[in-house]
């Protein structure tokens, strides 16, 4: 199976309504996770019928222009055996086209506040308890970090929010997947002494899943 997932920032604009048809058309992806749309679902509808009509599609809305979440997958490649749809994530169970096996697969965009984010964890630990016999690959901005490696500049202790992911990714036996474009996925765009750069993005697989496929 191959994945993409982006943090599109606004998917409002022509312009990166055409970024993502052209990544699609050229990777030619099996799921899309998609965050931050910052859409209606009405305008998704709208962006779906002009430029992603081969993908089938979930969406959580915007809130007044704030998140959104987008799944998009072929069709011809997967089937969608069942979905749940919160807030913070879209997670479906996915059968590949040809295959027995089943995954559990979860797009997130998770919160900002720190109470919020221990929460949204506590969330992922039952999903994840209620299909616990099937591989799971998640990925996405979970908007925290697992280590001070992780983060670059700004305060350099680790809030409850990183522990909490650290220890989430550790007790769920998730192997988190290398990054070749360099290891921040975000930073403040400011220069010097003033920069924060963070790894807020990433794919989490299953133990199990990359030792079968080892």
């Known amino acids: 199976m191959k994945f993409i997932s982006w943090n599109i920032r606004g998917l409002g604009s022509k312009r990166k309504q055409r970024m993502l048809s052209n990544r699609m058309k050229l990777a030619m992806p099996n799921i899309i996770f998609i965050q931050e749309t910052k859409c209606s ?3 998704i ?3 779906h019928n002009k430029w992603l009509k081969k993908f089938e599609f979930l969406e959580v809305k915007a809130e007044n222009t704030v998140g959104g ?3 998009l997958w072929n069709p011809q490649k997967v089937s969608i055996l069942d979905a749940e749809v919160t807030r913070n994530y879209l997670s479906a169970i996915i059968q590949p086209m040809g295959m027995f096996e089943t995954f559990l697969v979860t797009n997130v965009y998770g919160p900002q506040k720190i109470d919020e984010k ?3 964890l506590n969330f992922l630990v039952d999903l994840r308890s209620r299909h616990e ?5 998640i990925g996405g901005d979970f908007n925290m970090i697992k280590s001070l490696s992780e983060k670059k500049g700004g305060t350099r202790i680790l809030s409850r929010d990183s522990i909490g992911f650290h220890s989430f990714t550790k007790d769920m036996r998730m192997v988190d997947s290398e990054v070749h474009n360099g290891l921040f996925t975000w930073n403040n765009k400011r220069g010097g002494n003033a920069q924060v750069a963070s790894k807020l993005d990433r794919f989490l697989i299953s133990e199990k899943l990359m030792l079968t496929n080892t």
């Open 41 to 43: 679902i009405h305008k």
């Open 45 to 47: 509808k709208q962006i």
């Open 69 to 71: 979440i987008l799944s």
């Open 118 to 120: 221990l929460r949204f």
């Open 133 to 137: 016999e099937i591989s799971w690959v």
